[in-house]
């Protein structure tokens, strides 16, 4: 159509300026820390142009417990309880992994049982099950669907409900103790651990048919907030975040600690099915697989412990703890796979300078490190937020946010 | 590529002032690079096709203590190519004063990981990062006094803002 009425022009061009003027007013929207979709104690400060965010600010440590000023004060068995406090959802994982490098330290690693070996993997995969249904779960709800919330809880209960069998705690269970454990597992655990199995393979089906596979849903979450490969790494992503972006990096086996080399399971990527690789689809489907993953070692593992490593009437899984808890002078930073990521701790230990009676120092064994850095996964999880938000409508910054699947317990530590 | 070789490669680079000194025993050995030289450092070990380190794995500002008078930071470097990690220190003397922070130059330019964990190591330990975007504390109120994560660091005040501190 070719309109040459200059005074329908001129109207046009006011009409267009109005509109244009209106729409460039940014406004500042506060979001969290009490909000229901920010998973926690999280604040974003958001920069809107209208529906568009401009730019994310997010603000953390509403939940800050001091984590590492307290493993500066503490023994390393007594920090234990402090690093299930970090990603409360995986307790386990944390503990195995602190476990892990101060028996390093220490030098016992080749030290342990395999049968205790096997029960640490055991725990820390069901403890990840059930840190990815929560992750599944509530991002449904994020998105608006409710029921695969009430399905993972339903599902999680029975996880929980094992591993307070197994520790007298259901979240926070400082189970897994340096040089062995708390308790050996209870008797009947195995058989009650491979009828959950069996029960849960029919319902993770049932889930994927509700969610995975659901229209909306993959409306929602394919090709929003895509995260290319090489972001994520300069980022630090790890874990879902970066294995959803089509990298095959798992920790479990790439470094092949504890006995993970012994154990057969896939390293589920990112493929772009329903978009762009590095979707919110991809990483939400990354954790649907690490579930089915897990599920082939819980049960490996329970097939070992009910045939050769079987439990016996003289097996004290504390028979190995060391009395003293003194490594040598050292520094060392240890990796492992938490239910989010690559989650580190990196060990600084010094002699204690200490003065005797005639006032000469001396240098004393201590089993208190002399510095403790924690680098959770969540923590560089969630800084790539601003980056791969710009943009987009703020519905899908939520999309954006469950996707990420962070534990503010871990990020403010 | 092993401890020596990355060593070779950086003093080829850079000449031998680059390195102040190592710590080849331990778990992990360590590279002692010269503070003011770190961010090129990264740079070039991180784009080399020869080492690839384009995962920081984690950064940890440290305090040495009381006596020692003398802050540092540790990198941790992993390579996803190689499936390598290394370790890079580096720490100069600065007085407690804390009026005076020791600063380092920041490495947020090479990999943006960088950029939390130098807020988090500003905040708990006083080191101030040169170059770093948005330098603001992380974790901790806006208004709070003192780095808690030094080795001299203790309350001063008996209340916080009308909260008795036991």
């Not at chain 1, 790539?384 to 899908?396: N, Q, R, T």
């Not at chain 2, 992993?78 to 580096?90: D, G, M, R, V």
Request: charged share 30%; aromatic share 10%; net charge negative.
């Amino acid at each position: 159509m070719n309109i040459t009425n200059s005074k329908y022009e001129e109207a046009l061009e006011r009409y267009t300026k109005k509109i244009a003027e209106a729409s460039t007013e940014e406004m500042v929207l506060n979001m969290g820390p009490q909000h229901p979709s920010t998973h926690g104690v999280l604040r974003l400060e958001l920069i809107t142009d209208g529906e568009i965010v401009k730019e994310v600010i997010p603000h953390i440590g509403y939940l800050h417990r001091c984590f590492e000023k307290h493993a500066e004060s503490l023994t390393y068995q007594q920090t234990i309880p402090f690093t299930d406090r970090m990603d409360y959802l995986a307790s386990m994982n944390n503990s195995h992994i602190w476990v892990m490098g101060v028996e390093k330290m220490l030098g016992i690693e080749k030290e342990i049982p395999k049968r205790i070996e096997y029960i640490r993997v055991l725990v820390c995969e069901l403890n990840r099950i059930a840190s990815h249904l929560i992750a599944i779960g509530t991002y449904g709800i994020d998105i608006g669907a409710f029921t695969p919330f009430l399905w993972c809880f339903r599902d999680r209960e029975h996880i929980m409900g094992m591993l307070e069998w197994a520790s007298g705690s259901r979240m926070l269970y400082n189970y897994i103790w340096v040089g062995g454990l708390f308790y050996d597992l209870p008797v009947g655990f195995e058989e009650r651990c491979r009828e959950f199995v069996e029960y849960f393979k029919p319902k993770l089906h049932e889930l994927n048919g509700l969610l995975t596979e659901n229209q909306i849903f993959i409306q929602r979450t394919a090709n929003v907030g895509v995260l290319p490969m090489d972001v994520a790494i300069n980022y630090g992503c790890s874990g879902p975040m970066l294995r959803g972006s089509g990298l095959k990096w798992d920790l479990r086996r790439i470094d092949g600690y504890s006995i993970y080399p012994e154990l057969d399971f896939e390293v589920p990527v990112g493929k772009g099915e329903m978009g762009t690789v590095g979707d919110c689809w991809d990483r939400y489907k990354v954790r649907v697989d690490e579930i089915e993953q897990s599920l082939r070692i819980v049960e490996q593992c329970l097939d070992r412990l009910q045939k050769e490593l079987k439990r016996t009437p003289d097996f004290d899984p504390r028979a190995k703890l060391p009395k003293k808890l003194t490594p040598k002078p050292q520094d060392y930073y240890v990796r492992g796979e938490g239910a989010k990521g690559e989650l580190g701790f990196y060990f600084i230990h010094q002699k204690k300078k200490e003065f005797d009676k005639e006032g000469n120092i001396r240098l004393m064994d201590t089993e208190i490190p002399f510095r403790v850095k924690s680098r959770g996964p969540s923590f560089c999880n969630l800084s790539v937020l601003p980056a791969i938000s710009k943009g987009v409508m703020i519905a899908d910054l939520i999309a954006i946010i469950g996707s990420i699947d962070f534990v503010l317990g871990e990020v403010d530590r | 590529m092993s401890f020596e070789d990355i060593k070779a490669l950086l003093i080829n680079k850079f000449g031998e002032d680059v390195i102040v000194g190592e710590e080849p025993g331990g778990l992990q050995p360590a590279l002692l690079i010269a503070h003011e030289r770190i961010v090129e450092v990264c740079l070039e070990l991180r784009d080399n096709p020869k080492t690839y380190f384009d995962f920081l794995s984690c950064l940890s500002g440290v305090d040495y203590g009381v006596d020692e008078k003398r802050f540092g930071v540790v990198y941790h470097l992993a390579s996803i190519p190689y499936q390598t990690q290394f370790t890079l220190k580096i720490s100069k003397e600065n007085n407690r004063d804390l009026g005076e922070l020791p600063s380092f130059p920041s490495i947020t330019s090479v990999y943006h990981a960088a950029d939390w964990h130098e807020r988090e190591a500003f905040e708990m330990e006083g080191i101030f990062f040169e170059g770093h975007p948005d330098l603001r504390r992380l974790l901790l109120p806006d208004d709070w006094d003192g780095y808690p994560l030094r080795k001299d660091y203790t309350t001063v005040d008996k209340y916080y803002k009308g909260i008795k501190i036991d």
